[in-house]
């Protein structure tokens, strides 16, 4: 660990960091998982602490899966991204520090990338949660947290405009394209 940065490895090529907040996330999601798992859905109390920290290695999953969507998205504009940092209980792509300005187009394509492949995996997970409803049991509900966390937090959250969210990219882009029209006078939004 060298600055508050730990090192986790690599996953698709890049680098994948985390800070001391991602593991302060993490141990909060598998306490209140647990909570939830022993009071609310009843599991025993050997159980809970082991359906929490499933819960807490869905999410991550479920992360790496929308970082892995923005990278893959980034390589197929030809500006890929160099890295991947988890941060809380979200993540962040990084680009080179040194890139120049690209087209709207570009960063636009770039963050579409995470929520389109969230939303995938959204999809695959509620196909699970279908096909496994009748087993039931303590491996539905992580199904159905995995579907919840992929579809709003990594598809519809991430347009939330938060400014430090995928959607906020898409406004900041948006406002920008509509204050050049207006300089330039065609007056298109």
């Known amino acids: 660990m060298a600055n508050g940065t730990l090192r986790l490895g690599r996953v698709a090529g ?4 985390a800070g001391h907040s991602a593991a302060l996330g993490s141990l909060v999601l ?3 998982a647990a909570a939830v798992a022993s009071f609310v859905l009843k599991t025993s109390l050997g159980i809970a602490p082991l359906a929490g920290l ?3 290695l869905l999410h991550w999953i479920s992360v790496m899966v929308h970082q892995l969507g923005h990278a893959t998205a980034a390589r197929r504009t030809g500006h890929p991204a160099t890295g991947m940092r988890l941060q809380g209980l979200l993540s962040a792509t990084r680009y080179p520090a040194d890139e120049p300005p ?3 187009a570009v960063h636009a394509r770039r963050a579409l990338g995470g929520p389109l492949a969230s939303a995938g995996f959204s999809l695959v997970a509620a196909v699970l949660v ?3 409803r009748p087993i039931a049991g303590a491996g539905w509900w ?3 947290f995995l579907l919840l966390d992929n579809l709003l937090v990594g ?4 347009f939330l405009p938060l400014g430090f969210t995928d959607g906020s990219t898409l406004l900041r882009l948006r406002r920008e394209r509509t204050e050049a029209a207006r300089g330039s006078g065609d007056g298109r939004p």
């Open 155 to 158: 598809t519809l959250g991430a």
């Open 14 to 17: 890049l680098p994948v960091t």
């Open 142 to 144: 992580l199904l159905v």
């Open 54 to 56: 499933l819960v807490v």
């Open 30 to 32: 598998w306490a209140l």
């Open 102 to 104: 690209l087209p709207a």
């Open 130 to 132: 279908v096909v496994s």
